[in-house]
């Protein structure tokens, strides 16, 4: 067998996925195999990535928080939906590499084209990294403890509260900068094509830009990542186009046909930046329409968000104990030890009467009786609230407030005080989404006709900005 034939051996390791069949990872090569391939030494490669604390803290973070109580099956982690990302950002980066590197030859002629590996492991790392900033129970933790402090400061964007990006953006830089600038190469059997260029490494700052959210406009940034960054933070992005089909296979749900591959097909790079041919639009509609599925049946159970109230009781005095009352931002080396196992093992202890305090503080590890109880009731799928009531809207950006304050009178809040042991829930999803859609810069649509690309949101006109689930709880007897 031949060097070349033994080089996707001895460079690519092999993961089975059921969604996406089989994801590659590349291992660092030794310097006779690297010489023997043509290949410049290498001190790191993916594997030494994946084997970081800080990814491997992700088989400690479950992928679908509280709902993993209600559907037996969603046991599976951020960990594996990361490497998931990470494949489909790989396979978006290959396909849409030839348009990207002919659309910068006519923009910027007098510029070199990044290289397909640069471009392709640049996105890879991009999706393998985005949710390495989760706390325990993911965006639970951000709605009730980031949430509380601002994001470090960045003169791109102002009065901005901290979210899992920033942290994921920090890890990025201050934890895992030299691994990432060390990999020198995507997988595949191509060695000319999938390794970066002797010129090129690439910029951890780079993968921070890619995930940050909302999109943070930056003209410093090299062109064809700009054009880049919908794809991490878009109409259609490679981390939802990989949650929505795991997670509704592991849960064992059907959400109707989701065609990725004609998305995939009838996306290209254009003056514009990242466009949708006009043929692939049915396939977008239909992927927002299995995602706005998966909020309302799945992430937005009755059982589920009935889980969440008593949660969200109990939450933050349960981080204080184990964690305190500083931001995860300013304390990285403790936060990489904040995951579920940490506070879940806690928990039990706690909803055994073990470790219970009238007055606890700060990280002495100790919670109320009545922060005890609460926890047996999750524990043991007990929830305290049962639902009374339930009002679905779907609605358009300019009419939410008033959508929202009808609802809310309608299942009895109407602004005089709430009696005890009732609670209201407003389950809301971007269905269309919204926010991306806003900016007309995050995609455009190219006509059948050659007329020039428009800007998605004067397309997708027949889905809803919004939808919206809106519950009255009362407290079980």
Same mark, same amino acid.
């Given at each position: 067998?031949?060097?070349s ?43 030494d ?5 800080w ?8 992928q ?32 849409l590499?030839?348009?990207?590197r ?38 639970? $933790? ?6 509380? $402090? ?6 791109r ?5 901290l ?14 900068g ?6 020198? =190469? ?6 000319a094509r ?17 995930i ?8 410093t ?17 490679v ?5 929505v =089909?795991? *997670?509704?296979y ?10 990725v ?6 996306? $290209?790079i254009?003056?514009r930046?990242?466009?949708?041919? &006009? ?14 599925f998966?909020?309302?049946q799945i ?15 109990? $939450? ?17 080396s403790h936060?990489? *030890? ?31 009786? &009545? ?19 339930e ?27 709430v ?10 999803v971007?269905?269309?989404?919204? &926010?991306?859609i806003a900016t ?9 006709d ?10 997708l ?5 919004y ?9 079980? &007897?």
């Amino acid at each position: 067998m031949t060097d070349s034939a033994h080089s996707q051996l001895w460079a690519v390791n092999l993961v089975s996925d059921p969604i996406h069949g089989y994801i590659e990872l590349t291992k660092r090569l030794t310097p006779d195999r690297a010489a023997r391939l043509g290949l410049p030494d290498e001190s790191a490669a993916e594997g030494d990535l994946i084997d970081s604390a800080w990814l491997q803290r992700m088989r400690r973070i479950s992928q679908l928080q509280s709902a993993r109580w209600v559907f037996p099956t969603a046991e599976h982690s951020r960990f594996t939906h990361s490497l998931g990302v990470m494949h489909e950002a790989s396979l978006w980066a290959r396909h849409l590499y030839p348009s990207l590197r002919d659309t910068l030859a006519v923009v910027e002629p007098a510029a070199p084209a990044p290289s397909e590996g640069l471009v392709t492991e640049t996105m890879r790392l991009a999706g393998l990294l985005h949710d390495v900033g989760h706390g325990p129970f993911a965006h639970f $933790f951000d709605e009730h403890i980031t949430h509380r $402090f601002p994001a470090p400061a960045d003169p791109r964007r102002k009065g901005k509260n901290l979210t899992h990006e920033d942290l994921s953006q920090l890890i990025i830089e201050r934890e895992l900068g030299d691994l990432i600038r060390s990999i020198r =190469r995507a997988p595949g059997d191509t060695p000319a094509r999938d390794a970066l260029r002797p010129d090129e490494s690439i910029d951890p700052r780079w993968l921070s830009f890619l995930i940050s959210k909302p999109a943070i406009v930056d003209a410093t940034m090299p062109r064809w990542l700009r054009w880049l960054q919908p794809l991490l933070s878009g109409v259609f992005t490679v981390d939802n186009l990989d949650y929505v =089909r795991r *997670d509704s296979y592991l849960i064992g749900v059907s959400t109707g046909p989701v065609d990725v591959e004609r998305l995939r097909r009838y996306s $290209f790079i254009g003056e514009r930046g990242l466009t949708l041919y &006009e043929p692939g639009l049915g396939a977008l509609e239909m992927f927002l329409t299995a995602r706005r599925f998966m909020y309302q049946q799945i992430y937005f159970h009755r059982s589920v968000r009935a889980i969440d109230i008593d949660l969200a009781e109990v $939450f933050r005095p349960s981080i204080l104990a184990i964690f305190g009352e500083g931001s995860p931002a300013d304390d990285l080396s403790h936060y990489a *030890d904040l995951d579920e196992y940490a506070l879940l093992h806690q928990a039990a202890l706690w909803s055994r009467g073990e470790s219970l305090s009238e007055n606890p503080r700060p990280c002495d590890g100790t919670v109320t009786p &009545e922060v005890g109880l609460v926890w047996r009731a999750i524990l043991l799928r007990r929830p305290r609230w049962r639902p009374d009531g339930e009002l679905r809207r779907d609605y358009e950006a300019a009419d939410r407030a008033a959508v929202l304050d009808a609802v809310r009178k309608e299942l009895g809040f109407d602004g005089t005080a709430v009696p005890a042991g009732v609670a209201l829930d407003l389950a809301e999803v971007d269905a269309r989404p919204a &926010e991306a859609i806003a900016t007309d810069s995050l995609l455009a649509v190219a006509g059948r006709d050659g007329a020039p690309a428009v800007p998605v949101s004067r397309m997708l006109v027949r889905l809803p900005a919004y939808s919206l689930i809106a519950r009255r709880y009362v407290r079980a &007897e």
